[in-house]
């Protein structure tokens, strides 16, 4: 479960958050609770470690930042995320406090779902052990002949596989290899690192999956892969179990 703090003195904005986050976790069946408060001192109060806090730096009492300085003193994986009117004090609460982010009011929809997007990616990626897959990639020798070679990468630096010119391509976020294979032997090696086939040639790491929407999946390195129609309803249903296991 998600837990998740509101802090904010004006009633209207904490109402807004809450719906917003309530939608947001909803819509991708997500359990979580949310607590609001309306003033530091009262969050202070509550000895409670919460996954993230959405926390307001114009509080009236204590402001934000030093709110945000004492809960980090004493829970140093709690995300902020600061709200403010304020833009000049943006800077001062990432420097001072280490936010995880900061939102304008008044918070719009787009911008907390992203927010929010990056937040389950990061507490995935905290909790998941380093791990190693090894291929035999092909590389153009400066004869313009093809060799191949052993190489290992990091599971969590793989965004997707796929089928391409007979070959499979491995797409991390700035470098592309080949290697040869079946990708029906690929997926069965890959799905104990939560690789799932989104489409007969894409085979994507779920950990790097934003959002789907229609037939396509959104990955956080910008790259939109393909989702078959045929594949969708159990690709959807792999994704959310996958989000729901590491929170």
């Given at each position: 479960?998600?837990?998740?703090?509101?802090?904010?003195?004006?009633?209207?904005?904490?109402?807004?958050i809450?719906a917003?986050?309530?939608?947001?976790?909803?819509?991708?069946?997500?359990?979580?609770?949310?607590?609001?408060?309306s003033?530091?001192?009262?969050?202070l109060?509550?000895?409670?470690?919460?996954?993230?806090?959405?926390?307001?730096?114009?509080?009236?009492?204590?402001?934000?930042?030093?709110?945000?300085?004492?809960?980090?003193?004493?829970?140093?994986?709690?995300?902020?995320?600061?709200?403010?009117?304020?833009?000049?004090?943006?800077?001062?609460?990432?420097?001072?406090?280490?936010?995880?982010a900061?939102?304008?009011?008044?918070v719009?929809?787009?911008?907390?779902?992203?927010?929010?997007?990056?937040?389950?990616?990061?507490?995935?990626?905290?909790?998941?052990?380093?791990?190693?897959?090894?291929?035999?990639?092909?590389?153009?020798?400066?004869?313009?002949?093809?060799?191949?070679?052993?190489?290992?990468?990091?599971?969590?630096?793989?965004?997707?596989?796929?089928?391409?010119?007979r070959?499979?391509?491995?797409?991390?976020?700035?470098?592309?290899?080949?290697?040869?294979?079946?990708?029906?032997?690929?997926?069965?090696?890959?799905?104990?690192?939560?690789?799932?086939?989104?489409?007969?040639?894409?085979?994507?790491?779920?950990r790097?999956?934003?959002?789907?929407?229609?037939?396509?999946?959104?990955?956080n390195?910008?790259?939109?892969?393909?989702?078959?129609?045929?594949?969708?309803?159990?690709?959807?249903?792999?994704?959310?179990?996958?989000?729901?296991?590491?929170?």
């Amino acid at each position: 479960m998600l837990t998740i703090a509101i802090c904010d003195d004006d009633t209207n904005d904490t109402l807004r958050i809450a719906a917003l986050v309530k939608n947001y976790m909803d819509a991708r069946k997500i359990s979580y609770q949310v607590n609001t408060f309306s003033s530091g001192e009262e969050l202070l109060r509550i000895h409670k470690n919460f996954d993230l806090i959405f926390l307001d730096i114009g509080l009236n009492g204590i402001n934000g930042i030093l709110v945000g300085k004492k809960i980090r003193e004493r829970d140093h994986n709690v995300k902020v995320i600061y709200t403010t009117s304020f833009h000049q004090f943006c800077k001062q609460a990432v420097n001072h406090v280490h936010a995880f982010a900061y939102l304008v009011k008044p918070v719009t929809k787009v911008n907390t779902e992203k927010q929010l997007d990056d937040i389950l990616q990061y507490i995935q990626e905290e909790h998941e052990p380093s791990e190693t897959v090894r291929f035999e990639i092909l590389e153009i020798t400066q004869q313009g002949e093809v060799e191949t070679r052993i190489k290992d990468f990091e599971v969590k630096d793989i965004f997707y596989f796929e089928y391409f010119n007979r070959k499979i391509k491995i797409k991390l976020e700035n470098k592309e290899y080949f290697f040869r294979d079946k990708m029906k032997d690929l997926a069965e090696k890959m799905l104990e690192h939560h690789f799932e086939v989104c489409h007969q040639c894409f085979l994507v790491n779920l950990r790097h999956v934003k959002k789907i929407k229609g037939y396509e999946a959104y990955l956080n390195n910008n790259d939109i892969i393909p989702v078959s129609q045929k594949k969708s309803a159990a690709f959807r249903k792999k994704l959310n179990q996958f989000i729901l296991s590491n929170i």
